[in-house]
């Protein structure tokens, strides 16, 4: 375990809907880094948080968009959902950035019908 | 374009021997470099992590590193089947202005220990 939660575990949604998933990070970490997996491939990153600010973010549209909480609890929330948004989404937590280990939770599986 | 290549596999390996997983990485400026095991339908967990170059060693797994060559590999001994999952070659690299560029992952191997 550890020590990373995400809720919900799956999720099925329809074409153009919204969504929040959630992650709560280890206790004394303060950076959370959100990735998209699809099936067969790796994770993908989408952004991350460092004490509440986006610090960084790989290649995807506005429409995915996050949130960090000051207990450094964060949020994905992705709108105007498409078919091939359909994966897993992974929360990582880690003392910091740079090179400081990130750790995984369970991640929430979502299907886009 | 940052790119990380694995091998996808399967790898088929019997059980107690060595199994070696190898990874390639084209951006230089790559600074930390990570060996996650997925277990298929759960998230990724970690099992080894190695900075600078030459082999780090951690019970039956060891890393290697060579910058030079832009390849890093993970050699696990006495493989259990246990050890059946998917290993990802993870790579990150510090983005100069301070922001995070997040880890780049290759797709994975799929490693398969025979009984």
């Known amino acids: 375990e550890t020590g990373v939660t995400q809720s919900p575990t799956h999720l099925i949604k329809t074409r153009g809907q919204q969504v929040t998933l959630r992650c709560s990070s280890q206790?004394?970490?303060?950076?959370v880094s959100w990735y998209q997996q699809a099936l067969g491939q790796g994770p993908q990153f989408i952004f991350q948080?460092?004490?509440?600010?986006?610090?960084g973010r790989g290649n995807f549209p506005p429409r995915f968009s996050g949130l960090q909480f000051p207990n450094y609890s964060s949020e994905l929330n992705v709108n105007a959902l498409e078919l091939d948004d359909s994966a897993l989404y992974l929360c990582?937590?880690?003392?910091?950035?740079?090179?400081?280990?990130?750790?995984f939770g369970a991640g929430t599986r979502l299907s886009v019908l | 374009q940052k790119e990380v290549e694995q091998n996808s596999g399967p790898l088929s390996v019997p059980e107690g021997a060595i199994a070696s997983l190898n990874c390639t990485y084209s951006?230089?400026?790559?600074?930390?470099f990570f060996w996650y095991r997925q277990y298929s339908g759960k998230s990724p967990e970690l099992i080894m992590s190695?900075?600078?170059?030459g082999d780090k060693e951690d019970g039956r797994f060891t890393a290697q590193l060579n910058k030079a060559s832009q390849y890093v590999s993970l050699l696990i001994r006495d493989s259990q089947p246990s050890d059946s999952a998917t290993y990802l070659c993870?790579?990150?690299?510090?983005?100069?202005?301070?922001?995070?560029?997040?880890?780049?992952f290759g797709k994975g191997t799929h490693l398969i220990i025979q009984p």
């Open positions: 990582a937590s880690s003392l910091g950035t740079g090179g400081y280990i990130q750790y």
């Open positions: 206790s004394g970490h303060n950076t």
């Open positions: 948080y460092y004490r509440e600010e986006e610090n």
């Open positions: 951006d230089r400026g790559s600074q930390s």
């Open positions: 190695i900075y600078s170059n």
């Open positions: 993870a790579v990150l690299r510090v983005s100069s202005g301070g922001g995070a560029d997040g880890l780049t």
